[in-house]
């Protein structure tokens, strides 16, 4: 089971950035691996990017590819998100999950407007 929170979110301008946090708890964290997710206001939630464990790899959507980028540290039990050239479209909430698991954060919020 556990536990993910996310924070980091705010509201921005384009070509800013951010750095998302997902906080775990109450399982194995570094043996975990986590993806990231972006829900457009009134749409789907989509991927964004995935990080493994052994061995660390990542994988990104094609939107996020360049922009975005996936880290972790094992002793912070925490999963990263730096995002850098926000652009509108990016808006939304993002939630951290736990690969294979229904463990999923509550969500923080990114607003990126002019």
């Known amino acids: 089971q556990g536990r993910l929170v996310e924070s980091g979110g705010g509201s921005v301008q384009p070509g800013d950035s951010l750095r998302l946090s997902c906080v775990g708890a109450?399982?194995?964290?570094?043996?975990?691996?986590f993806s990231w997710y972006h829900q457009a206001p009134g749409k789907e939630r989509k991927h964004v990017a995935t990080?493994?464990?052994?061995?660390?790899?990542?994988e990104y959507s094609d939107s996020a590819k360049g922009r975005f980028t996936i880290s972790r540290n094992n002793r912070e039990n925490t999963v990263y998100l730096q995002m850098t050239n926000l652009k509108p479209e990016d808006t939304g909430v993002y939630y951290c999950?736990?690969?294979?698991?229904?463990?999923w954060g509550q969500g923080t919020q990114v607003t990126v407007s002019s």
């Open positions: 109450g399982f194995p964290f570094s043996g975990a691996a």
């Open positions: 990080i493994y464990s052994t061995p660390t790899l990542t």
């Open positions: 999950h736990r690969m294979n698991y229904a463990t």
